[in-house]
T-cell receptor, first 110, second 115 residues
Framework: SQQGEEDPQALSIQEGENATMNCSYK?????LQWYRQNSGRGLVHLIL?????REKHSGRLRVTLDTSKKSSSLLITASRAADTASYFC??????????FGAGTRLFVKA | GAVVSQHPSWVICKSGTSVKIECRSL??????MFWYRQFPKQSLMLMAT?????????EQGVEKDKFLINHASLTLSTLTVTSAHPEDSSFYIC???????????FGPGTRLLVL
């Protein structure tokens, strides 16, 4: 089964609301990264959080990492229609190997 | 972060032909590049790790004779889909990493449609 599993699979919210996506993984990791992908496009890197970090912020993004629970969350505050995309977590398990979760499709209604 | 380009962005070909996809790191010398495949509404699946000057490392289930990878220089890796079939139709994305345990930067992807 996949290393990274995300929930929810899909999320629909109103503009201005916060969006929270969760990622769980199975094995130990070096770091965890969150990416955004607009339909039919490549991936845009959002945040990298290392295994010894618990929380990171970047603009409207907040990422947490709980290695004891093997889980991470991505919070987008004050969402905008332009945030509509798929969001993936990716775990670095060493040896240059990164495993992607199934992704959460976020739809922000204007 | 690193800037990565892919060419072509779109390719349509007949079944049985071979297709070459280029991945270039424009501002960074990448000893390691990665090739992923993504089917519609699915996640990215790592196909292989491309190492400059040596053979690629393929993931389990990926046929190395079908997906030929050449990492000829520190800025260019190519993926050739040989004797393509309709089931090879997919979105192929490459990425570069600036080192172990560092961020991967992705190209814009190449959409392949095999008729």
């Amino acid at each position: 089964s996949q290393q990274g599993e995300e929930d929810p699979q899909a999320l629909s919210i109103q503009e201005g609301e916060n969006a929270t996506m969760n990622c769980s993984y199975k094995t130990s990791i070096n770091n965890l990264q969150w990416y955004r992908q607009n339909s039919g496009r490549g991936l845009v890197h959002l945040i990298l959080i290392r295994s010894n970090e618990r929380e990171k912020h970047s603009g409207r993004l907040r990422v947490t990492l709980d290695t004891s629970k093997k889980s991470s969350s991505l919070l987008i505050t004050a969402s905008r229609a332009a945030d509509t995309a798929s969001y993936f977590c990716a775990t670095d398990i060493g040896g240059f190997k990164t495993i992607f979760g199934a992704g959460t499709r976020l739809f922000v209604k204007a | 972060g690193a800037v990565v380009s892919q060419h072509p962005s779109w390719v349509i070909c007949k079944s049985g032909t071979s297709v070459k996809i280029e991945c270039r790191s424009l501002d960074f010398q990448a000893t390691t590049m990665f090739w992923y495949r993504q089917f519609p509404k699915q996640s990215l699946m790592l196909m292989a790790t491309s190492n400059e000057g040596s053979k690629a490392t393929y993931e389990q289930g990926v046929e190395k004779d079908k997906f030929l990878i050449n990492h000829a220089s520190l800025t260019l890796s190519t993926l050739t889909v040989t004797s393509a079939h309709p089931e090879d139709s997919s979105f192929y994305i490459c990425s570069v990493s600036q080192g172990a345990q560092e961020t991967q930067y992705f190209g814009p992807g190449t959409r392949l449609l095999v008729l």
